[in-house]
Protein backbone atom coordinates (compact mmCIF):
# COMPACT_ATOMS: atom_id res chain seq x y z
CA UNK A 1 0.00 0.00 0.00
CA UNK A 2 1.22 3.22 -0.65
CA UNK A 3 1.62 6.38 1.59
CA UNK A 4 1.71 9.86 1.83
CA UNK A 5 3.10 12.54 4.51
CA UNK A 6 2.43 16.08 3.61
CA UNK A 7 5.81 17.82 2.94
CA UNK A 8 4.86 20.58 5.48
CA UNK A 9 8.25 21.54 6.36
CA UNK A 10 9.18 22.07 2.23
CA UNK A 11 5.82 24.70 2.12
CA UNK A 12 6.95 26.61 4.97
CA UNK A 13 10.50 27.00 3.95
CA UNK A 14 9.44 28.25 0.78
CA UNK A 15 6.56 30.60 2.05
CA UNK A 16 8.24 31.71 5.09
CA UNK A 17 12.21 31.43 3.94
CA UNK A 18 12.41 32.21 0.52
CA UNK A 19 9.25 33.87 -0.19
CA UNK A 20 9.04 35.67 2.63
CA UNK A 21 5.00 35.21 2.69
CA UNK A 22 3.57 37.79 5.46
CA UNK A 23 5.94 40.63 4.94
CA UNK A 24 4.58 40.55 1.10
CA UNK A 25 1.22 40.49 2.43
CA UNK A 26 1.58 43.26 4.53
CA UNK A 27 1.52 45.12 1.57
CA UNK A 28 -1.89 44.05 0.74
CA UNK A 29 -4.69 45.21 3.07
CA UNK A 30 -6.94 42.17 2.57
CA UNK A 31 -3.68 39.95 3.85
CA UNK A 32 -2.14 42.28 5.79
CA UNK A 33 -2.96 40.85 9.24
CA UNK A 34 -1.88 37.15 8.55
CA UNK A 35 0.94 35.91 10.28
CA UNK A 36 3.19 32.70 10.00
CA UNK A 37 1.81 30.66 12.93
CA UNK A 38 -2.18 30.53 11.46
CA UNK A 39 -0.48 29.65 8.03
CA UNK A 40 0.93 27.06 9.37
CA UNK A 41 -2.16 26.33 11.13
CA UNK A 42 -4.28 26.32 8.20
CA UNK A 43 -1.70 24.33 6.10
CA UNK A 44 -0.93 21.50 9.20
CA UNK A 45 -5.17 21.15 9.04
CA UNK A 46 -5.47 20.71 5.16
CA UNK A 47 -2.66 18.53 5.02
CA UNK A 48 -4.30 16.06 7.84
CA UNK A 49 -7.15 16.13 5.37
CA UNK A 50 -5.71 15.59 2.84
CA UNK A 51 -3.56 12.30 4.28
CA UNK A 52 -6.59 10.82 6.36
CA UNK A 53 -9.93 11.05 4.77
CA UNK A 54 -8.53 11.75 0.72
CA UNK A 55 -5.55 9.52 0.16
CA UNK A 56 -6.96 5.65 1.84
CA UNK A 57 -10.11 6.32 -0.90
CA UNK A 58 -7.09 6.98 -4.11
CA UNK A 59 -6.59 3.31 -4.71
CA UNK A 60 -10.34 2.38 -4.00
CA UNK A 61 -11.57 5.04 -6.46
CA UNK A 62 -9.63 4.20 -9.10
CA UNK A 63 -10.30 0.57 -9.32
CA UNK A 64 -14.13 0.92 -8.44
CA UNK A 65 -14.31 4.02 -11.30
CA UNK A 66 -17.59 5.57 -11.73
CA UNK A 67 -20.82 4.60 -12.61
CA UNK A 68 -23.38 6.16 -14.91
CA UNK A 69 -27.23 5.16 -14.63
CA UNK A 70 -28.17 5.47 -18.40
CA UNK A 71 -32.05 5.85 -17.72
CA UNK A 72 -31.72 8.66 -15.27
CA UNK A 73 -28.38 10.25 -17.03
CA UNK A 74 -27.04 10.03 -13.08
CA UNK A 75 -23.44 9.28 -12.26
CA UNK A 76 -22.17 7.59 -8.83
CA UNK A 77 -18.70 8.17 -7.46
CA UNK A 78 -16.38 5.61 -6.19
CA UNK A 79 -17.63 4.98 -2.28
CA UNK A 80 -16.26 7.30 0.24
CA UNK A 81 -16.34 10.01 -1.91
CA UNK A 82 -19.47 11.54 -1.01
CA UNK A 83 -19.15 11.21 3.09
CA UNK A 84 -15.12 12.57 2.06
CA UNK A 85 -16.68 15.73 0.18
CA UNK A 86 -19.38 16.23 3.04
CA UNK A 87 -15.80 16.38 5.78
CA UNK A 88 -14.60 18.87 3.12
CA UNK A 89 -17.26 21.16 3.15
CA UNK A 90 -17.46 21.34 6.96
CA UNK A 91 -14.52 21.70 6.97
CA UNK A 92 -15.20 24.82 5.25
CA UNK A 93 -12.23 24.30 2.58
CA UNK A 94 -14.18 25.17 -0.61
CA UNK A 95 -14.19 28.79 1.13
CA UNK A 96 -10.59 29.26 2.09
CA UNK A 97 -9.66 31.91 -0.14
CA UNK A 98 -12.64 33.92 -1.16
CA UNK A 99 -14.70 36.90 -0.60
CA UNK A 100 -16.34 37.20 2.91
CA UNK A 101 -19.07 38.78 1.06
CA UNK A 102 -20.26 35.28 -0.49
CA UNK A 103 -19.39 33.24 2.73
CA UNK A 104 -15.29 33.29 2.03
CA UNK A 105 -12.78 32.94 4.55
CA UNK A 106 -10.85 35.35 2.18
CA UNK A 107 -7.41 34.01 3.01
CA UNK A 108 -4.90 34.51 0.29
CA UNK A 109 -4.69 32.22 -3.03
CA UNK A 110 -1.29 31.00 -1.51
CA UNK A 111 -3.04 29.39 0.74
CA UNK A 112 -5.32 27.30 -1.30
CA UNK A 113 -2.53 26.40 -3.80
CA UNK A 114 -0.65 24.30 -1.12
CA UNK A 115 -4.24 22.78 -0.08
CA UNK A 116 -4.62 21.46 -3.28
CA UNK A 117 -0.98 20.40 -3.76
CA UNK A 118 -1.74 18.38 -0.88
CA UNK A 119 -5.14 17.06 -2.43
CA UNK A 120 -3.81 16.24 -5.37
CA UNK A 121 -1.04 14.33 -3.55
CA UNK A 122 -3.64 12.36 -1.83
CA UNK A 123 -6.04 11.62 -4.34
CA UNK A 124 -6.21 13.93 -7.74
CA UNK A 125 -9.77 11.98 -9.03
CA UNK A 126 -11.51 13.30 -6.21
CA UNK A 127 -9.82 16.48 -5.91
CA UNK A 128 -11.00 17.49 -9.31
CA UNK A 129 -14.56 17.75 -8.10
CA UNK A 130 -13.86 20.87 -6.18
CA UNK A 131 -11.18 21.76 -8.24
CA UNK A 132 -13.04 23.06 -11.15
CA UNK A 133 -15.04 25.06 -8.79
CA UNK A 134 -13.04 27.58 -7.61
CA UNK A 135 -12.46 28.46 -11.19
CA UNK A 136 -16.19 28.85 -11.53
CA UNK A 137 -16.43 31.34 -8.63
CA UNK A 138 -13.76 33.74 -10.30
CA UNK A 139 -15.23 33.74 -13.15
CA UNK A 140 -18.52 34.37 -12.38
CA UNK A 141 -17.27 37.12 -9.67
CA UNK A 142 -15.33 39.18 -12.54
CA UNK A 143 -18.37 38.45 -14.92
CA UNK A 144 -21.51 37.50 -13.83
CA UNK A 145 -24.39 39.97 -13.18
CA UNK A 146 -25.67 41.04 -9.30
CA UNK A 147 -28.23 38.24 -9.81
CA UNK A 148 -26.14 35.47 -10.72
CA UNK A 149 -23.53 36.72 -7.54
CA UNK A 150 -26.22 36.08 -5.60
CA UNK A 151 -27.58 32.58 -6.87
CA UNK A 152 -24.62 30.67 -7.48
CA UNK A 153 -21.58 32.24 -5.74
CA UNK A 154 -23.09 31.54 -1.87
CA UNK A 155 -23.31 28.00 -2.97
CA UNK A 156 -20.41 27.63 -4.95
CA UNK A 157 -18.05 28.75 -1.59
CA UNK A 158 -19.85 26.86 0.83
CA UNK A 159 -18.98 23.63 -1.89
CA UNK A 160 -22.75 23.01 -1.53
CA UNK A 161 -22.77 23.13 -5.48
CA UNK A 162 -19.80 22.13 -7.64
CA UNK A 163 -19.02 23.95 -10.84
CA UNK A 164 -17.94 22.70 -14.30
CA UNK A 165 -16.42 24.31 -17.19
CA UNK A 166 -17.87 22.85 -20.93
CA UNK A 167 -16.09 23.70 -23.80
CA UNK A 168 -14.87 20.90 -25.88
CA UNK A 169 -17.03 19.16 -28.49
CA UNK A 170 -16.23 15.91 -30.67
CA UNK A 171 -15.61 17.98 -33.35
CA UNK A 172 -12.97 20.88 -31.94
CA UNK A 173 -11.04 20.56 -28.91
CA UNK A 174 -8.47 23.58 -28.33
CA UNK A 175 -9.37 25.08 -31.74
CA UNK A 176 -12.36 26.59 -29.96
CA UNK A 177 -13.76 28.30 -32.84
CA UNK A 178 -14.97 25.73 -34.24
CA UNK A 179 -17.86 24.65 -31.82
CA UNK A 180 -21.33 24.52 -32.31
CA UNK A 181 -23.28 24.32 -29.30
CA UNK A 182 -25.83 27.03 -29.77
CA UNK A 183 -27.96 29.42 -27.62
CA UNK A 184 -31.20 30.52 -28.86
CA UNK A 185 -32.60 33.80 -27.12
CA UNK A 186 -36.27 33.23 -24.92
CA UNK A 187 -38.50 35.72 -24.38
CA UNK A 188 -37.57 36.44 -20.54
CA UNK A 189 -34.40 36.99 -21.26
CA UNK A 190 -32.74 33.44 -20.75
CA UNK A 191 -31.52 30.74 -23.35
CA UNK A 192 -32.02 27.37 -24.69
CA UNK A 193 -28.70 25.62 -25.26
CA UNK A 194 -28.56 22.67 -27.64
CA UNK A 195 -25.15 20.64 -28.38
CA UNK A 196 -22.62 18.16 -27.07
CA UNK A 197 -19.31 18.69 -24.92
CA UNK A 198 -17.39 16.20 -24.13
CA UNK A 199 -14.10 15.49 -21.33
CA UNK A 200 -16.19 17.60 -18.94
CA UNK A 201 -14.47 17.03 -15.58
CA UNK A 202 -16.90 16.52 -13.11
CA UNK A 203 -19.60 16.83 -15.72
CA UNK A 204 -22.08 14.83 -13.34
CA UNK A 205 -21.88 12.91 -9.88
CA UNK A 206 -23.73 12.44 -6.44
CA UNK A 207 -21.18 14.43 -4.28
CA UNK A 208 -23.93 17.69 -4.40
CA UNK A 209 -27.15 18.55 -5.24
CA UNK A 210 -26.58 20.74 -8.24
CA UNK A 211 -23.85 22.02 -10.39
CA UNK A 212 -23.23 24.74 -12.25
CA UNK A 213 -22.09 24.75 -15.82
CA UNK A 214 -20.07 27.46 -17.35
CA UNK A 215 -20.92 26.28 -21.26
CA UNK A 216 -19.56 28.33 -24.08
CA UNK A 217 -21.95 28.38 -27.29
CA UNK A 218 -23.22 30.42 -30.18
CA UNK A 219 -26.00 32.89 -30.66
CA UNK A 220 -28.07 33.15 -33.69
CA UNK A 221 -25.98 36.22 -34.96
CA UNK A 222 -22.97 34.90 -33.80
CA UNK A 223 -19.74 35.97 -36.16
CA UNK A 224 -17.87 32.77 -37.23
CA UNK A 225 -14.92 31.70 -35.20
CA UNK A 226 -13.44 32.66 -31.98
CA UNK A 227 -15.22 36.01 -32.14
CA UNK A 228 -18.54 34.65 -31.76
CA UNK A 229 -18.99 32.95 -28.64
CA UNK A 230 -20.81 33.80 -25.69
CA UNK A 231 -20.77 32.61 -21.96
CA UNK A 232 -23.74 31.10 -20.44
CA UNK A 233 -24.15 29.43 -16.76
CA UNK A 234 -26.48 26.73 -16.91
CA UNK A 235 -27.26 24.51 -13.73
CA UNK A 236 -28.31 21.06 -13.31
CA UNK A 237 -31.38 22.27 -11.51
CA UNK A 238 -33.07 25.24 -12.02
CA UNK A 239 -32.84 27.90 -9.17
CA UNK A 240 -36.25 29.24 -8.01
CA UNK A 241 -36.53 33.02 -6.88
CA UNK A 242 -36.27 32.25 -3.30
CA UNK A 243 -32.86 30.10 -4.00
CA UNK A 244 -34.69 26.34 -4.08
CA UNK A 245 -34.00 24.21 -6.73
CA UNK A 246 -36.83 24.22 -9.44
CA UNK A 247 -36.81 21.48 -12.06
CA UNK A 248 -34.96 19.14 -14.14
CA UNK A 249 -32.71 21.54 -16.82
CA UNK A 250 -31.72 19.42 -19.54
CA UNK A 251 -28.00 18.90 -19.52
CA UNK A 252 -27.49 15.33 -19.30
CA UNK A 253 -24.74 13.09 -18.82
CA UNK A 254 -25.20 10.60 -21.85
CA UNK A 255 -21.65 8.86 -21.20
CA UNK A 256 -18.71 8.53 -19.32
CA UNK A 257 -15.31 8.85 -20.93
CA UNK A 258 -12.62 5.61 -20.29
CA UNK A 259 -9.97 6.61 -19.58
CA UNK A 260 -6.05 5.50 -18.81
CA UNK A 261 -6.43 7.02 -15.48
CA UNK A 262 -8.33 9.54 -13.26
CA UNK A 263 -10.69 6.63 -12.83
CA UNK A 264 -12.34 8.23 -9.65
CA UNK A 265 -13.09 11.68 -11.61
CA UNK A 266 -16.32 11.26 -13.69
CA UNK A 267 -15.20 12.68 -17.25
CA UNK A 268 -18.47 12.92 -18.87
CA UNK A 269 -20.57 13.16 -22.41
CA UNK A 270 -22.53 16.48 -21.75
CA UNK A 271 -25.80 16.73 -24.20
CA UNK A 272 -27.61 19.81 -23.99
CA UNK A 273 -31.56 19.47 -25.08
CA UNK A 274 -32.74 22.78 -24.77
CA UNK A 275 -31.10 23.82 -21.31
CA UNK A 276 -32.27 27.19 -19.87
CA UNK A 277 -28.92 29.56 -19.49
CA UNK A 278 -28.49 33.01 -18.39
CA UNK A 279 -25.68 35.01 -20.35
CA UNK A 280 -22.29 35.47 -18.72
CA UNK A 281 -20.94 38.81 -19.67
CA UNK A 282 -20.97 40.37 -23.13
CA UNK A 283 -22.83 38.84 -26.28
CA UNK A 284 -19.72 37.00 -28.12
CA UNK A 285 -17.10 38.21 -25.64
CA UNK A 286 -17.03 34.28 -23.70
CA UNK A 287 -13.62 33.65 -24.77
CA UNK A 288 -12.71 36.62 -22.78
CA UNK A 289 -14.58 35.50 -19.44
CA UNK A 290 -14.03 32.33 -19.91
CA UNK A 291 -10.31 32.09 -19.98
CA UNK A 292 -10.13 33.28 -16.12
CA UNK A 293 -11.36 29.73 -15.70
CA UNK A 294 -9.24 28.37 -18.21
CA UNK A 295 -6.05 29.75 -16.46
CA UNK A 296 -6.96 28.82 -13.44
CA UNK A 297 -7.64 25.21 -14.58
CA UNK A 298 -4.19 25.36 -16.10
CA UNK A 299 -2.65 26.05 -13.17
CA UNK A 300 -4.50 23.87 -11.46
CA UNK A 301 -3.21 21.37 -13.98
CA UNK A 302 0.14 21.96 -13.04
CA UNK A 303 -0.61 21.63 -9.28
CA UNK A 304 -2.28 18.13 -9.95
CA UNK A 305 1.21 17.35 -11.10
CA UNK A 306 3.48 19.07 -8.74
CA UNK A 307 0.85 16.57 -6.24
CA UNK A 308 1.83 13.58 -8.16
CA UNK A 309 5.80 13.93 -8.46
CA UNK A 310 5.70 14.76 -4.22
CA UNK A 311 3.67 11.04 -3.35
CA UNK A 312 5.53 8.98 -6.21
CA UNK A 313 9.02 10.57 -4.73
CA UNK A 314 7.92 9.50 -1.12
CA UNK A 315 7.00 6.15 -1.78
CA UNK A 316 10.15 5.67 -4.04
CA UNK A 317 12.34 6.74 -1.53
CA UNK A 318 10.49 4.29 1.22
CA UNK A 319 10.84 1.22 -1.18
CA UNK A 320 14.14 2.48 -1.99
CA UNK A 321 15.85 2.04 1.35
CA UNK A 322 13.95 -1.29 2.15
CA UNK A 323 14.76 -2.75 -0.81
CA UNK A 324 17.68 -5.18 -1.01
CA UNK A 325 19.06 -5.82 -4.18
CA UNK A 326 22.60 -6.54 -5.13
CA UNK A 327 25.98 -4.77 -3.64
CA UNK A 328 27.26 -1.39 -3.96
CA UNK A 329 30.48 -1.77 -6.95
CA UNK A 330 32.33 0.37 -4.11
CA UNK A 331 31.87 -2.49 -1.76
CA UNK A 332 28.78 -3.49 0.96
CA UNK A 333 27.29 -1.13 2.44
CA UNK A 334 25.07 -3.60 4.51
CA UNK A 335 27.47 -5.91 5.13
CA UNK A 336 25.29 -7.42 8.01
CA UNK A 337 22.12 -8.04 5.36
CA UNK A 338 22.06 -10.16 2.35
CA UNK A 339 22.20 -7.61 -0.14
CA UNK A 340 22.72 -4.02 0.05
CA UNK A 341 19.45 -1.59 -0.28
CA UNK A 342 19.06 -0.22 -3.53
CA UNK A 343 19.10 3.39 -2.24
CA UNK A 344 23.09 3.05 -2.45
CA UNK A 345 23.01 2.87 -6.50
CA UNK A 346 23.77 6.10 -8.06
CA UNK A 347 21.16 5.39 -10.72
CA UNK A 348 18.67 5.20 -8.39
CA UNK A 349 20.02 7.59 -6.63
CA UNK A 350 19.45 10.10 -9.83
CA UNK A 351 16.22 9.25 -10.32
CA UNK A 352 14.52 9.86 -6.63
CA UNK A 353 16.83 12.85 -6.83
CA UNK A 354 15.16 14.20 -9.98
CA UNK A 355 11.88 13.45 -8.54
CA UNK A 356 12.71 15.46 -5.81
CA UNK A 357 14.17 18.14 -7.96
CA UNK A 358 11.21 18.74 -9.24
CA UNK A 359 8.80 18.17 -6.89
CA UNK A 360 11.21 21.51 -4.80
CA UNK A 361 11.60 23.12 -7.77
CA UNK A 362 7.88 23.33 -9.15
CA UNK A 363 6.71 24.11 -5.19
CA UNK A 364 8.70 27.00 -5.33
CA UNK A 365 7.19 28.59 -8.63
CA UNK A 366 3.42 27.61 -8.00
CA UNK A 367 3.83 29.40 -4.56
CA UNK A 368 5.84 31.97 -6.30
CA UNK A 369 2.40 32.23 -8.97
CA UNK A 370 0.03 32.18 -6.36
CA UNK A 371 1.60 34.52 -4.33
CA UNK A 372 1.67 36.87 -7.70
CA UNK A 373 -2.03 36.15 -8.20
CA UNK A 374 -2.61 37.44 -4.66
CA UNK A 375 -0.94 40.49 -5.43
CA UNK A 376 -2.70 41.22 -8.85
CA UNK A 377 -6.21 41.16 -6.80
CA UNK A 378 -5.48 42.65 -3.60
CA UNK A 379 -2.28 45.07 -4.08
CA UNK A 380 -3.51 48.56 -3.52
CA UNK A 381 -0.88 50.09 -6.78
CA UNK A 382 -2.75 49.61 -10.02
CA UNK A 383 0.64 49.28 -11.31
CA UNK A 384 1.88 46.63 -9.39
CA UNK A 385 -1.71 45.02 -9.82
CA UNK A 386 -0.32 44.87 -13.60
CA UNK A 387 2.96 43.86 -12.84
CA UNK A 388 1.56 40.68 -10.82
CA UNK A 389 -0.59 39.94 -13.77
CA UNK A 390 1.55 40.37 -16.47
CA UNK A 391 4.08 37.73 -14.80
CA UNK A 392 1.20 35.66 -13.95
CA UNK A 393 0.65 35.78 -17.74
CA UNK A 394 4.36 34.59 -18.51
CA UNK A 395 4.28 32.09 -16.43
CA UNK A 396 0.64 30.15 -16.37
CA UNK A 397 1.86 28.42 -19.68
CA UNK A 398 5.21 27.15 -18.26
CA UNK A 399 3.16 25.97 -14.65
CA UNK A 400 0.88 23.49 -16.44
CA UNK A 401 3.36 22.12 -19.41
CA UNK A 402 6.83 22.42 -17.57
CA UNK A 403 5.00 20.76 -14.07
CA UNK A 404 3.48 18.09 -16.03
CA UNK A 405 5.97 17.39 -18.37
CA UNK A 406 8.04 16.49 -15.07
CA UNK A 407 5.38 15.27 -12.90
CA UNK A 408 5.63 12.35 -15.92
CA UNK A 409 9.45 12.89 -16.15
CA UNK A 410 8.96 11.83 -11.87
CA UNK A 411 6.66 9.21 -11.57
CA UNK A 412 7.84 7.09 -14.56
CA UNK A 413 11.47 7.41 -12.47
CA UNK A 414 9.49 6.58 -9.14
CA UNK A 415 7.79 3.92 -11.07
CA UNK A 416 11.15 2.59 -12.45
CA UNK A 417 13.04 2.40 -8.64
CA UNK A 418 9.78 -0.35 -8.07
CA UNK A 419 11.70 -2.29 -10.91
CA UNK A 420 8.65 -5.20 -11.65
CA UNK A 421 6.77 -4.19 -8.57
CA UNK A 422 6.36 -1.02 -10.29
CA UNK A 423 3.87 -2.11 -12.91
CA UNK A 424 2.21 -3.95 -9.78
CA UNK A 425 -1.10 -1.84 -9.30
CA UNK A 426 -0.79 -2.57 -5.12
CA UNK A 427 2.05 -0.64 -5.27
CA UNK A 428 0.07 2.38 -6.50
CA UNK A 429 2.95 3.45 -8.13
CA UNK A 430 1.35 2.74 -11.33
CA UNK A 431 -1.85 4.69 -10.98
CA UNK A 432 0.17 7.98 -10.62
CA UNK A 433 1.95 7.08 -13.96
CA UNK A 434 -1.58 6.41 -15.69
CA UNK A 435 -3.15 10.15 -13.92
CA UNK A 436 0.19 11.72 -14.64
CA UNK A 437 0.42 11.29 -18.48
CA UNK A 438 -3.44 12.63 -19.10
CA UNK A 439 -2.13 16.18 -17.29
CA UNK A 440 -0.11 16.73 -20.12
CA UNK A 441 -2.94 16.66 -22.42
CA UNK A 442 -6.11 18.47 -21.12
CA UNK A 443 -6.54 21.77 -20.47
CA UNK A 444 -4.81 22.99 -23.52
CA UNK A 445 -1.60 20.42 -24.87
CA UNK A 446 1.68 21.00 -23.29
CA UNK A 447 2.59 22.24 -27.24
CA UNK A 448 -0.35 24.35 -27.34
CA UNK A 449 1.32 25.78 -23.67
CA UNK A 450 4.52 26.38 -25.55
CA UNK A 451 3.29 28.13 -28.26
CA UNK A 452 1.35 30.91 -26.18
CA UNK A 453 4.72 31.11 -24.40
CA UNK A 454 6.65 31.29 -27.16
CA UNK A 455 3.90 33.10 -30.15
CA UNK A 456 1.47 35.60 -27.83
CA UNK A 457 3.16 35.65 -24.11
CA UNK A 458 7.37 36.77 -25.53
CA UNK A 459 6.76 37.19 -29.28
CA UNK A 460 3.91 39.30 -29.37
CA UNK A 461 4.71 42.01 -26.46
CA UNK A 462 8.64 42.00 -27.85
CA UNK A 463 10.02 40.51 -24.62
CA UNK A 464 8.33 42.68 -22.38
CA UNK A 465 7.07 40.33 -20.05
CA UNK A 466 10.33 37.85 -20.61
CA UNK A 467 12.86 40.89 -20.07
CA UNK A 468 10.92 41.57 -16.85
CA UNK A 469 11.83 38.31 -15.12
CA UNK A 470 15.40 38.53 -16.86
CA UNK A 471 16.26 41.52 -15.06
CA UNK A 472 14.87 40.13 -11.55
CA UNK A 473 17.37 37.39 -12.40
CA UNK A 474 20.38 40.18 -13.32
CA UNK A 475 19.66 41.80 -10.00
CA UNK A 476 20.28 38.27 -8.17
CA UNK A 477 23.41 37.39 -9.81
CA UNK A 478 24.22 40.62 -9.62
CA UNK A 479 23.88 40.67 -5.91
CA UNK A 480 25.73 37.46 -5.26
CA UNK A 481 28.44 38.51 -7.60
CA UNK A 482 30.72 38.52 -4.71
CA UNK A 483 29.43 35.33 -2.71
CA UNK A 484 32.12 32.87 -3.29
CA UNK A 485 29.65 30.00 -1.80
CA UNK A 486 27.01 31.00 -4.42
CA UNK A 487 29.20 31.21 -7.59
CA UNK A 488 28.26 27.14 -8.23
CA UNK A 489 24.58 28.33 -8.65
CA UNK A 490 24.88 32.21 -9.66
CA UNK A 491 27.28 31.59 -12.57
CA UNK A 492 25.18 28.82 -14.58
CA UNK A 493 21.96 30.61 -13.99
CA UNK A 494 23.87 33.24 -15.24
CA UNK A 495 24.90 31.51 -18.87
CA UNK A 496 21.37 30.54 -19.40
CA UNK A 497 19.81 33.80 -19.08
CA UNK A 498 22.05 34.89 -21.65
CA UNK A 499 21.73 31.91 -23.81
CA UNK A 500 17.94 32.26 -23.50
CA UNK A 501 17.96 36.09 -24.21
CA UNK A 502 19.85 34.86 -27.85
CA UNK A 503 17.55 32.29 -28.67
CA UNK A 504 14.70 35.09 -27.80
CA UNK A 505 15.66 37.02 -30.20
CA UNK A 506 16.90 34.10 -33.09
CA UNK A 507 13.62 33.45 -32.99
CA UNK A 508 11.78 36.22 -33.06
CA UNK A 509 14.32 37.25 -35.99
CA UNK A 510 13.25 33.67 -38.22
CA UNK A 511 9.44 34.01 -37.16
CA UNK A 512 9.14 37.13 -38.92
CA UNK A 513 10.31 35.21 -42.33
CA UNK A 514 8.15 31.97 -41.77
CA UNK A 515 5.43 31.90 -38.79
CA UNK A 516 5.72 27.86 -38.24
CA UNK A 517 9.56 28.56 -36.90
CA UNK A 518 7.64 29.07 -33.49
CA UNK A 519 5.80 25.88 -33.90
CA UNK A 520 9.23 23.88 -34.68
CA UNK A 521 10.77 25.97 -31.61
CA UNK A 522 7.88 26.32 -29.01
CA UNK A 523 8.06 23.09 -27.17
CA UNK A 524 11.59 23.24 -26.38
CA UNK A 525 11.79 27.23 -26.21
CA UNK A 526 8.92 26.48 -22.95
CA UNK A 527 11.61 23.53 -21.48
CA UNK A 528 14.33 25.65 -21.59
CA UNK A 529 12.46 28.87 -20.12
CA UNK A 530 11.12 26.19 -16.96
CA UNK A 531 14.72 25.69 -16.62
CA UNK A 532 15.54 29.04 -16.23
CA UNK A 533 12.98 29.75 -13.85
CA UNK A 534 13.96 26.85 -11.77
CA UNK A 535 17.32 27.64 -11.92
CA UNK A 536 16.63 30.77 -10.12
CA UNK A 537 14.63 29.54 -7.74
CA UNK A 538 16.91 26.98 -6.78
CA UNK A 539 19.42 29.39 -6.44
CA UNK A 540 17.41 31.41 -4.03
CA UNK A 541 16.77 28.24 -2.19
CA UNK A 542 20.66 27.39 -1.89
CA UNK A 543 20.86 30.93 -0.57
CA UNK A 544 18.72 30.46 2.25
CA UNK A 545 20.34 27.16 3.03
CA UNK A 546 24.03 27.57 3.03
CA UNK A 547 22.88 30.88 5.44
CA UNK A 548 21.02 28.95 7.80
CA UNK A 549 22.88 25.55 8.11
CA UNK A 550 25.13 26.07 10.22
CA UNK A 551 22.27 25.74 13.27
CA UNK A 552 22.43 21.96 12.23
CA UNK A 553 19.37 21.28 10.51
CA UNK A 554 19.86 18.52 8.74
CA UNK A 555 17.03 19.93 6.15
CA UNK A 556 19.29 22.71 4.51
CA UNK A 557 22.08 20.31 3.64
CA UNK A 558 19.61 18.22 1.90
CA UNK A 559 18.52 21.41 0.16
CA UNK A 560 21.86 21.93 -0.60
CA UNK A 561 22.29 18.75 -2.13
CA UNK A 562 19.29 18.59 -4.14
CA UNK A 563 20.30 22.06 -5.38
CA UNK A 564 23.52 20.87 -6.46
CA UNK A 565 22.20 18.04 -8.15
CA UNK A 566 19.58 20.27 -10.16
CA UNK A 567 22.27 22.21 -11.51
CA UNK A 568 24.76 19.56 -12.27
CA UNK A 569 22.20 16.53 -13.69
CA UNK A 570 18.90 18.33 -15.19
CA UNK A 571 20.20 21.94 -15.86
CA UNK A 572 22.70 20.47 -18.60
CA UNK A 573 19.55 19.52 -20.55
CA UNK A 574 18.92 22.74 -21.49
CA UNK A 575 21.97 23.03 -24.17
CA UNK A 576 20.29 20.52 -26.26
CA UNK A 577 17.15 22.09 -26.28
CA UNK A 578 18.62 24.63 -27.25
CA UNK A 579 20.48 23.35 -30.04
CA UNK A 580 17.16 21.25 -31.14
CA UNK A 581 15.40 24.52 -30.94
CA UNK A 582 17.76 26.16 -33.41
CA UNK A 583 17.64 23.65 -35.88
CA UNK A 584 14.30 25.12 -37.11
CA UNK A 585 11.48 24.16 -38.75
CA UNK A 586 12.99 22.53 -42.16
CA UNK A 587 14.56 19.09 -40.93
CA UNK A 588 9.99 18.53 -39.62
CA UNK A 589 8.64 20.01 -42.48
CA UNK A 590 10.98 18.78 -45.56
CA UNK A 591 9.24 15.04 -46.01
CA UNK A 592 6.15 14.86 -48.37
CA UNK A 593 3.17 14.18 -46.59
CA UNK A 594 3.03 11.04 -49.00
CA UNK A 595 6.03 9.84 -47.39
CA UNK A 596 4.94 9.11 -44.28
Request: aromatic share 8%; net charge negative.
Amino acid sequence: MPQYTPPLRDMQFVLHEVLNLTEELKALPAHAELDADTVNAVLEEAGKFAAEVVFPLNQGGDAEGCTLDKASHEVTAPTGFKAAYAKYIEGGWPALSCDPKFGGQGLPITLNQCLFEMLNSANQAWTMYPGLSHGAYEALLAHGTPEQQATYLPKLVSGEWTGTMCLTEPHCGTDLGLLRTKAEPQPDGRYRLSGQKIFISAGEHDLVENIVHLVLARLPDAPAGSKGISLFVVPKFLVNADGTLGERNPIFCGALEHKMGIHGNATCQMNLDGALGTLVGQPNKGLAAMFIMMNAARLGVGMQSLGLTEVAYQNAVAYAKDRLQMRSLSGPKAPEKAADPIIVHPDVRKMLLTARAYAEGGRALAIHSALLIDKELNHPDEAVRQEAADEVALLTPIVKAFLTDNGWIATSHCLQVFGGHGYIAEWGMEQFVRDARINMIYEGTNTIQSLDLLGRKVLADNGKKLKKFGRRIAEFVEEEGTNEAMQEFVNPLADLGDKVTKLTTELGMKAFGNPDEVGAAAVDYLRVCGHLIFAYFFARMAKVALEKQGAGDPFYTAKLHTARFYFAKLLPETAGLIRSARAGVAPLMAMDEALF
